[in-house]
């Protein structure tokens, strides 16, 4: 309990301390949003010339992209920091200030440098790890078969196009049958299951009107059955292995 | 003229001093500047082999030679002013230099050199192994290679006026860490670091061209790897220039609003 009072008396400290250089402060949440920008194009760049990565596909990279700005982040936020600030303080001889404090001098050189910023490198990674779980829209159930996407920049991947398109309806069709089971909707179905698969901590959800918001919303706080879950691999193998991901 | 060769002399004994004292952080920061560029040759040799040899004019040897060739430029026009420029002012570190009779920019130039002369050598060892173990050469033409040490120097020139007024940034703002890790990130994606420019998009391409990163990266590699005719360097030459007269203005202009601004925080 005292570590945590600790920690959170540090991380105060680091916020203030942050907060008295506001230039920087308002500066960085710009560029966390950058460095993200630019991964990001530089993999657009990449799959410019090629569909696969030595086997992997342009999706499963920019899920590799938002573990790298969660893990990162992580070892930014404290470890490293921290480490920085002890080789200094051997160096310059601060290190005894702490070592004469009656707390485990082994926390509080670990947690003394805290990089609030990193909490957001963090916040993008999660978004990133489970970005669009509805898949632009397909998923939330309100797509007719004849949708044209004219003037849509959806047109061009292939999973609008003609066959997969067709395909992926009569998945959504299956999907909105097991969800009426339970007495919800296809998108309610498609978020509750992503937040359910074993690693995944949080949905991103985007919406156009408020009532697509509150139909998100519901999709928390309830568990698919077993039978509604077999029926979801089911209908899953039966759709297949979508043709590519890749917009065309 | 005497005081400063004076000066560039004790400055290199100095840096020489530091350096062998910290040998091991040496070898672990030379060991990041190799890892870097050769993470992006292989991936673009990857890339190369799975779409048949060669992408935008690129083989797959010419990535290897490309990024090699982008290692030792990089390390010869490298600066870490900006890192140092924030400690300065906020531990007030700067007042001390400023006591002193030259303009602080000098000693930074001679630690600058000194430590290259130590650091490029093994660099250049390095950079032949490689050469060797990806099967890659390179054969500039005598042109290329005369054209190739002005535009060099240049090249530090401008990366090193530039990174030393952006540093003074701290004389305003104190910290200064989000905006170096804008400036390097924008350097990464417009330099050619991450990639042969004309690999990119048009729109990018043109970006690149009127802002400097090119100039003290992309271009010099670019010169030697004989990917440019003699209009287009005698062109960059122009823009280098260019951005050197740009360059060594705002340095002037920054840095007497800067000192007059100045306060030592302490903290």
């Known amino acids: 309990m005292n570590y945590l009072r600790l920690l959170a008396a540090f991380f105060w400290a680091n916020v203030m301390s942050e907060l008295a250089y506001r230039v920087n402060f308002v500066w960085q949440l710009f560029q966390s949003f950058l460095s993200l920008g630019i991964s990001w194009g530089g993999l657009a760049v990449i799959f410019s010339y090629t569909e ?7 999706d499963e990279i920019l899920a590799l992209v938002g573990v790298y700005f969660l893990v990162g982040g992580l070892v930014g936020l404290v470890i490293q920091p921290g480490m920085e600030q002890f080789i200094e303080s051997v160096r310059d001889g601060t290190l005894d200030f702490t070592l004469t404090k009656p707390e485990d001098a082994q926390l509080t050189t670990s947690i003394k440098r805290i990089e609030i910023w990193k909490l957001i490198d963090i916040a993008l990674g999660v978004a990133v790890l489970v970005y669009w779980p509805l898949m632009k829209g397909l998923l939330a159930g309100r797509l007719r078969r004849d949708e044209s996407f004219a003037g849509d920049s959806r047109r061009k991947y292939p999973m609008f196009q003609g066959d ?5 309806l009569d998945l959504v069709e299956e999907l909105r049958r097991i969800a009426a089971l339970s007495g919800h909707t296809v998108a309610q179905l498609v978020v509750n299951w992503t937040i359910h698969r074993p690693g995944i901590t949080a949905a991103l959800c985007g919406a156009k009107r408020p009532e697509q918001l509150r139909e998100t919303a519901a999709a928390a706080g309830w568990t698919l059955t077993g039978e509604q879950l077999a029926e979801i691999d089911e209908a899953l193998a039966r759709r297949g292995t979508p043709a590519t991901r890749v917009p065309v | 003229m005497k005081a400063l060769v004076e ?37 673009w040799q990857i890339i190369s082999k799975s779409s048949g040899g060669s992408i935008g004019g690129y083989t797959t040897s010419d990535f290897a030679a490309y990024f090699i060739v982008l290692m030792l430029v990089n390390q010869f026009t490298y600066t870490w002013i900006m890192y140092e420029f924030e400690y300065r002012v906020r531990e007030g570190i700067l007042s001390f230099a400023l006591l002193k009779p030259v303009h602080p920019i000098h000693s930074d130039i001679a630690d600058n050199v000194s430590s290259k002369l130590i650091t490029l050598p093994i660099m250049v060892l390095i950079a ?22 002005p535009v060099l120097l240049l090249a530090f020139l401008v990366r090193f006026l530039l990174e030393w007024t952006l540093a003074q940034a701290a004389f305003w703002t104190t910290r200064v860490s989000a905006i170096n890790q804008t400036y390097f990130v924008l350097m990464l994606f417009l330099s050619g670091q991450m990639a042969p420019l004309t690999l990119f998009p048009h729109a990018v391409q043109v970006v ?28 960059g030459l122009g823009a280098q220039v260019a951005w050197l007269l740009i360059g060594f203005l705002l340095l002037r202009l920054v840095w007497r609003a800067g000192v007059r601004n100045y306060s030592a925080v302490g903290a």
């Open chain 1, 52 to 58: 696969t990565l030595g086997g992997w596909r342009p």
């Open chain 1, 164 to 168: 997969e398109y067709r395909k992926n």
């Open chain 2, 7 to 43: 000066l560039y002399t004790q400055q290199f004994k100095t840096t020489l001093a530091v350096m062998f004292q910290y040998r091991a952080a040496l070898l672990i920061w030379m060991i990041g500047q190799v890892l870097e560029p050769l993470v992006y040759l292989i991936v």
């Open chain 2, 128 to 149: 032949v192994g490689l050469a060797l173990g990806f099967h890659t050469s390179i054969s500039p033409a005598p042109w290329a290679i005369a054209v190739f040490i």
């Open chain 2, 208 to 235: 690149a061209d009127i802002l400097p990163f090119r100039w003290m990266i992309g271009f010099p590699v670019e010169l030697l790897l004989g990917r440019l005719t003699l209009t287009d360097a005698l062109i």
